[in-house]
């Protein structure tokens, strides 16, 4: 992946580089601007589909953006002040809801892919979904409605490649030489919290750190060998279908 070296270093300073264009980026700025009107799967408002990679108003990615900004007048479609950094990063998501729609739904079977969740697969061992399973890992409840079967897929083949920077591990090593190991679920000026490897939440004061290392590789393993290209796609099912607990 091209920018996979400019991500990292993006997760370091907390923000993108200028001109980098990520699909990662954009799911959350579509979640909050635009998710609202359009839904998940794009495909809320009448005679507008995302899924069907075709657009009405645009074919560039120019155009595209330029509908962000400035909305279409006269219509529902309201204009945004997303910069053109956001607008780009928007645009690839938006693309990537029409590379991923068709293996959205059809190919897996959800039920399955439960099944497949709870046990071969393991992943309760390390993820939480709807009360069961561990903390050490984040809680799928609701990534159905978070994230895109690509986006998913990846978690799933290429762990190191998809790691949200919310779900970063840490190494911290304290003055006295003691190293902890952990999700990073929150830090501020002063203190930084993990859930560290037993699940125990862990709240450290910076000033009694001798360290603080960002782990880039992701303590999840890979599944790429461990389940068939139809098992991946059950799951991926599955996963897509947890949108929270209604
Ligand atoms: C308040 C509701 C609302 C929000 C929020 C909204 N849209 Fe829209 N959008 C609409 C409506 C309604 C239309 C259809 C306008 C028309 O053509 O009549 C539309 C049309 C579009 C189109 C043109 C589709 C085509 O076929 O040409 C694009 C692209 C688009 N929206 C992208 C976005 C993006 C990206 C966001 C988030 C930044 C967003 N919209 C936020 C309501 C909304
Ligand atoms: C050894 C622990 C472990 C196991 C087993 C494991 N995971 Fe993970 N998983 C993690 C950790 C830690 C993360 C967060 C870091 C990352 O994104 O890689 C994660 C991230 C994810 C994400 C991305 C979540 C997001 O919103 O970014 C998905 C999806 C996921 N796992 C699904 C699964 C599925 C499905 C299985 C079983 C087939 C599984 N995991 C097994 C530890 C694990």
């Not at 990679?53 to 479609?77: F, H, K, N, V, W």
């Not at 990537?96 to 992943?123: P, V």
């Not at 561990?134 to 159905?144: A, C, I, Q």
């Not at 993990?194 to 709240?203: A, G, N, T, Y």
């Amino acid at each position: 992946m091209i920018y996979r070296g400019a991500f990292v270093t993006a997760l370091l300073l907390w923000s993108l580089p200028a001109g980098a264009q990520s699909v990662d980026a954009g799911g959350p700025l579509y979640r909050v601007h635009c998710y609202p009107c359009h839904g998940q799967e794009g495909e809320s408002v009448p005679g507008v589909s995302f899924r069907s990679g075709q657009y009405r108003r645009a074919s560039t990615d120019e155009e595209l953006s330029r509908i962000i900004l400035g909305g279409i007048p006269g219509t529902g479609m309201p204009p945004t002040n997303l910069s053109a950094d956001e607008r780009r990063n928007l645009v690839a998501y938006l693309r990537s809801m029409h590379s991923t729609g068709e293996s959205a739904k059809g190919a897996g079977d959800a039920a399955r892919g439960m099944a497949i969740f709870d046990g071969k697969g393991a992943c309760l061992n390390c993820h939480r979904v709807r009360g069961k399973g561990s903390r050490m890992g984040p809680d799928l409840s609701d990534v159905g409605a978070l994230r895109n079967a690509a986006y998913l897929e990846k978690a799933l083949t290429d762990p190191n490649d998809a790691i949200a920077p919310a779900n970063r591990f840490v190494r911290v090593v304290t003055k006295d030489g003691t190293a902890i190991s952990g999700r990073r679920l929150n830090e501020d000026t002063h203190t930084i919290q993990l859930i560290d490897e037993k699940e125990r939440l862990v709240s450290l004061n910076r000033s009694e750190l001798r360290e603080v290392v960002l782990v880039k590789t992701s303590p999840m393993p890979g599944y790429r060998e461990k389940l068939s290209a139809q098992e991946m796609t059950d799951v991926v099912s599955y996963l897509l279908s947890l949108k929270g607990s209604q």
